[in-house]
């Protein structure tokens, strides 16, 4: 049976990846941050699922997938990630660096570390970006920067990779009904204590317009089993392509704000921010 290495597999998308591909007869090691994430998914399915402690910024936890990995390791789906929020103004270094630790950094420090195993296999490498890895928008100016550098940095591995033919692929998918979704005006009302009170005055408006903005996303948020059978399909697709947005909307979107102005762009994104 093919092996894949999934990361940030404790909770949402990852636990959904992780479950869905089990259950297609794939043997699939489950990157989680702590024995109560790894027991709760290998309960899942004991006879598919093995768990390992994986922080993606811990350089030990790195240098031990060596010897937790399985001889043959088909794939990996990086999926392991964090949102930092707020005004680019008011977010401190420590947290742009966190949040570059942890979904650019961190992912390719994996990949680097499995690649050997995928070049003997000629297996696969599936990077969950999103949406914002191609549409920046205010207020989680970070993440978008994080995304976009990941997407560019999958870009390169793709072309560096082509001559051992392993597929690099970007899944991206729009707002998805996990933690990070539901929690999201916890999020907001963080950024919003974060902030200085000469900060707080100025960006008032644009705190409003993210809390306003939280519910309608929610509601907009897709079951993450769809990010999971798009991810299926970019691991066993013959010819799998460099890209997958998950869902016509999210694609339509895509498609048409890359093609719009600039200013009309900005426009639109604002107003679907709530942006003053």
Not at 233 to 239: D, E, I
Not at 250 to 257: N, S
């Amino acid at each position: 049976m093919p092996s894949v290495l999934v990361t940030g597999a404790g909770r949402g998308i990852g636990r959904s990846i992780v479950e869905h591909l089990a259950s297609r007869d794939w043997d699939v090691i489950a990157g989680v941050r702590n024995d109560a994430d790894a027991t709760a998914v290998t309960a899942a399915n004991p006879h598919r699922i093995k768990a390992v402690i994986l922080d993606v910024t811990n350089d030990a936890h790195i240098a031990a997938l060596e010897d937790a990995l399985p001889e043959r390791l088909d794939a990996i789906v990086n999926n392991a990630g964090i949102a930092v929020g707020g005004p680019i103004e008011a977010v401190g270094t420590d947290d742009w660096r966190k949040q570059l630790d942890v979904n650019v950094i961190g992912q390719m420090a994996v990949t680097r570390a499995v690649l050997p195993r995928l070049r003997v296999s000629r297996g696969r490498i599936v990077f969950i970006s999103s949406v914002n890895g191609r549409l920046s928008m205010p207020m989680i100016g970070p993440y978008c920067a994080s995304k976009f550098a990941l997407e560019a940095a999958a870009d390169a591995l793709r072309m560096e990779l082509r001559p051992w033919h392993i597929p690099v692929v970007i899944v991206e998918p729009a707002q998805t009904d996990t933690d990070m979704w539901r929690t999201a005006d916890t999020m907001v009302e963080e950024v919003e204590a974060a902030l200085t009170p000469e900060q707080r005055a100025l960006y008032d408006k644009h705190v409003a317009g993210m809390k306003k903005m939280v519910p309608m996303a929610r509601r907009m948020a897709v079951d993450p089993a769809k990010v999971s059978a798009v991810v299926e399909t970019s691991l066993t697709a013959r010819r799998p392509r460099a890209r997958y947005v998950v869902g016509a909307g999210p694609k339509a979107q895509v498609i048409l704000m890359a093609n719009l102005p600039a200013a009309v762009r900005d426009l639109v994104l604002r107003k679907v921010s709530g942006q003053p």
